[in-house]
């Protein structure tokens, strides 16, 4: 039993190659679950793909490690004490992010001197120091030896380009024209502007989901069917003796919750079969769903495969097909 992702390899190979030749500048980013590929696997394409690559972002300091050494790694996310349990868990070429005094009192008890992200404020208001604080957050940088890699801003995708590119036009009178400007989530034409307006200064690109991911027409999710059995109305099912109200097929799916797989935000079943959604019985638990099918509707069968509906940002495939 297992949940399968396969991938067009030429028309995907195609995609990354077509954004990057367009986006100067750019840092591929590998975070959580490489993307629904696998970090390692995403890191070996970059490779592939992108050679002229220097940095490449991660999410946490503990992805940093899947980062080789040939390339920086940008760590997105401040590091906190608690990632500080293991000594050595920044790898040297890691370059973390710090978006208030407390990031850098942190990374100074472990004596870092190298270089760091300084985090500027959005409208996310995830983390990111605010323009008021920013000249202290300077200081304090260069108090504890560390020196500034980059200024970053992690816009919303809600919105417009002209609204996004406000808020970043915000902050330009604050940084240095020697100070790269790393950003996210604006679309080519924004960055022509920005990069118009400001051609003394290095903007980079941070990309992931577009890079990856693009129109996704690339990508199948699919499960394979384990078991079938025939169930009258009124019988019982799952874990939590659900009642069945029709007479049907009960499908024992392999892919659940350990995959990543449950039911969509309105509660509907992440299965089809047949262009058709597939009932739940109850939600996917562990490495299997249950399933029920009406007579009449479109049924597999044992060994075949059905639909999974569900971002390959939140699943862990356990087979990953390059056709």
């Known amino acids: 039993m297992a949940l399968r992702l396969t991938v067009q390899s030429d028309v995907f190979r195609t995609h990354v190659r077509d954004v990057a030749s367009t986006v100067p500048n750019l840092v591929p980013v590998i975070k959580g679950n490489g993307y629904g590929l696998g970090r390692q696997r995403l890191v ?3 490779d592939e793909l992108l050679p002229n690559t220097t940095t490449i972002a991660v999410g946490t300091v503990h992805e940093a490690i899947d980062v080789p050494p040939r390339f920086a790694a940008d760590v997105m996310n401040p590091i906190t004490d608690v990632d500080l349990v293991d000594p050595g868990v920044i790898p040297p070429n890691a370059i973390p992010t710090v ?6 009192d942190v990374l100074a008890r472990i004596g870092w001197k190298g270089r760091v992200n300084v985090k500027l404020a959005s409208s996310m208001r995830r983390f990111g120091a605010a323009p008021g604080d920013f000249s202290a957050l300077v200081n304090d940088v260069a108090r504890v030896g560390g020196t ?3 200024c970053s801003i992690h816009l919303p995708t809600a919105g417009d380009d002209a609204r ?3 808020e970043v036009e915000a902050w330009l009178p604050l940084l240095p024209d020697c100070v790269t400007l790393s950003v996210s989530h604006l679309s080519n034409e924004a960055l022509e502007r920005l990069r118009a307006a400001n051609d003394r200064r290095t903007i980079e690109v941070r990309l992931g989901t577009s890079l990856w991911h693009g129109t996704k027409s690339h990508f199948a999710l699919e499960a394979d069917v384990v078991r079938t059995e025939p169930c009258a109305a009124g019988q019982t099912a799952g874990y939590r003796a659900t009642p069945i109200e029709y007479g049907g097929t009960l499908v024992v799916i392999g892919a659940g919750s350990a995959h990543g797989v449950m039911p969509l935000p309105n509660g509907d079943s992440p299965f089809h079969f047949g262009r058709q959604r597939m009932n739940l019985v109850e939600a ?3 490495h299997s769903a249950l399933a029920f099918v009406a007579n009449g509707n479109p049924c597999p069968a044992p060994g075949d495969m059905v639909d999974v509906q569900r971002p390959l940002t939140m699943v862990q495939p356990d087979v990953t097909v390059w056709a």
């Open 44 to 46: 070996e394409l970059v």
């Open 99 to 104: 978006g208030s005094t407390r990031d850098v």
């Open 148 to 150: 500034i890699n980059a």
């Open 164 to 166: 996004r590119l406000a």
């Open 284 to 286: 996917p638990y562990m």
